[in-house]
Each structure stands twice: as C-alpha cells, then as structure tokens.
C-alpha cells in the first residue's frame, strides 16, 4: 500500500475556500433578501461567473470533452451548480445564519456514504473519526452563540431546503472525482456553469426587471462583488483544482470549518467575542481534518473506483 496525502497546495486551496465562505453567511445575508432576491442573486452569480470562466480560459490550452464524459458533466452542473445554489439561497433566505451552517456540516457525513456506495470506497477508521471530530466541534461552534439563538433547531421549509443542498453537494463531490484524471480544472468549472446558467436562464431572468441599482449603497455593492468574485468564482476553482488531487471526503471535511471562520470574523468585526469554547472547537476540527487527510489509498484501488463510478453513475441516468 503506498499513502497518498494532498499537498500543502491542496490544503491552502481548501483553507482559502472554507473561510471564503464562512464569511459568505455573513456578508450574503447583506444583499438578500431585501436588494435582491435569492432567485435572481442566483442567476447573477452563475451568469457573470460563465463569463469569468470563460475569459481565463483564453489562457489555457483548449480540451476536447469527450462524448462518453457529457452525461456525467450535465450530471455535475445540475448537483454542483444549478441544485446547489438553488437550494443554498432560497434555503438562506428563509433561514437563519446558524440554522444553515449546522445543517451544512452534514455534508461530509453524507459525501462519505456516497464514496463508499458509488466509488466503491472503503470506510476508514481515521476517516469516520475525523468526520465525527469535525461534526463536533463544529457544533460547539454554532451552539456557543446566544442561547436564544441556538435553542433546538426546529426545521423550517429553509432548513429543509439547505439540507436538500448538502445532499446535492455532496453527490456533486462525489461523481466528479472521475472526471479530475481526465480534464484540466478550468475546462470542467467552465462548461458545468455555462449549463448551469443555460438551464435556469428562462426561468429566472424576470427578477432582473426589479432589482432597483438605485437603491444600492458601497456597502451592497461590495458585499454582491464578494459574493460573484470571492464566494462563487474564486471558490469554485479553487475546490475543483483541489478536487483533482483530494478525496471528496477530505474536501467536504473543511466545511467544518465554515462556522469557525464565521465565528471569528464575526468576533473581529465586533459582532461577538470568540470564547474559549469556540477555541477549542477550532482546534478539535483541525485535528478531525488532519485525520481524514492522513487516510491511505492505493493508486490501483483509485483507478478502479473511477471504472467503477464511470459506470454505476452513468446507470443513474
């Protein structure tokens, strides 16, 4: 068996990501839902982000997407894209901040089912363990807030719409992994948000027609610029190059550390004081991630679970 262990590159890629939007809970909240709705938020961040995608890609060699490979990249835009930024903002929109951060943190959880039941993955002991420890102490993070806040959570139809949106995520993580061997990160992000945006185009550009630009300050213009460039465009790139060389179970994992990072912007821009809970929290979520990133996988039992999920995914359609 030899180990393979994501680079310090990966790991700075998924640090970047995780605290890109643990501050998008925060910052999104801004523009939605009283400048814009979530439906056309939705559709402006897909849209401009397509046109980003595709400028940079300019500068890269062009690839040729297989015919065999289509149905599995539709398959990615509609989980990863369209379902998923659906789901997350209207979900957010009718939910509070903490209500959708600990729903989200059942991500891994649900990434690491759909790897041992698609990719054929084999459940580890250091990957289950460093799962529960990141479940953990992100829920002492959430829980560490103002009681009134944090009482029972009580699903909403928002809370079910984020639940919804870790599911699709997670399946999303899952059936793209095959694609990374094959295709350069640019050319997959690229093509899956031009087919995120051509599918809910004719559905969702009537909201344009009422967003009021007038009515905008720098504030929400810098918050709706963090959004498209920071939570959307940087952070999807950066999760598909790390994709490339990371388990869908480790990249999933440092969801837990969303609310650390909202935790702590929170505290630095004087919303509320980091206690010593949320400390040790940060540090037992560090320690469940460390563990995931640690687990071994042969080179041949890789490439045998992407035959395999070539394969059973395909059937799914």
């Known amino acids: 068996m030899q180990k393979q262990k994501a680079g310090w590159g990966v790991h700075l890629a998924l640090f970047t990501v995780n605290l890109l939007y643990g501050a998008n809970y925060l910052v999104a909240k801004q523009v939605m839902p009283k400048h814009l709705d979530a439906y056309t938020f939705i559709l402006l961040r897909l849209s401009i982000c397509t046109v980003l995608f595709w400028l940079v890609g300019c500068f890269f060699p062009k690839q040729q997407i297989q015919k065999e490979d289509w149905l599995r990249i539709i398959g990615c835009s509609l989980f990863g894209m369209t379902l998923n930024q659906l789901l997350f903002f209207k979900g957010l929109s009718?939910?509070?901040?903490?209500?959708?951060?600990?729903?989200?943190?059942?991500?891994?959880?649900?990434?690491?089912?759909?790897?041992?039941?698609?990719?054929?993955?084999?459940?580890?002991?250091?990957?289950?363990?460093?799962?529960?420890?990141?479940?953990?102490?992100?829920?002492?993070?959430?829980?560490?807030?103002?009681?009134?806040?944090?009482?029972?959570?009580?699903l909403s139809s928002g809370d079910l719409l984020i639940l919804l949106n870790a599911l699709s995520f997670a399946l999303y993580l899952v059936i793209a992994k095959p694609l990374m061997a094959k295709y350069h990160p640019l050319t997959l992000v690229k093509w899956m948000f031009l087919l995120a945006t051509i599918t809910v185009l004719p559905f969702l550009f009537k909201g344009l027609y009422q967003v009021n630009l007038a009515s905008w300050d720098g504030s929400i213009w810098l918050s709706f610029l963090y959004v498209i460039i920071g939570a959307t465009f940087m952070v999807y790139l950066l999760n598909t190059v790390a994709l490339k060389k990371a388990t869908p179970v480790l990249l999933s994992t440092y969801i837990y550390l969303q609310p650390f990072f909202a935790a702590l912007l929170a505290a630095l821009f004087g919303l509320e004081m980091i206690s010593i809970q949320q400390g040790i929290a940060g540090i037992v979520i560090i320690f469940g991630v460390n563990l995931v990133s640690k687990s071994k996988q042969s080179p041949?039992?890789?490439?045998?679970?992407?035959?395999?999920?070539?394969n059973e995914v395909l059937d799914l359609g």
């Not at 041949?300 to 070539?310: G, I, L, R």
């Open 94 to 154: 009718l939910t509070s901040s903490i209500n959708a951060s600990l729903i989200m943190i059942t991500t891994p959880i649900c990434v690491l089912m759909m790897s041992a039941i698609i990719l054929k993955d084999r459940l580890q002991t250091k990957q289950v363990v460093g799962v529960l420890c990141g479940l953990s102490g992100a829920a002492m993070i959430i829980l560490s807030g103002n009681p009134s806040k944090t009482q029972a959570l009580q």
């Open 300 to 310: 041949q039992k890789s490439e045998d679970s992407v035959k395999n999920a070539e």
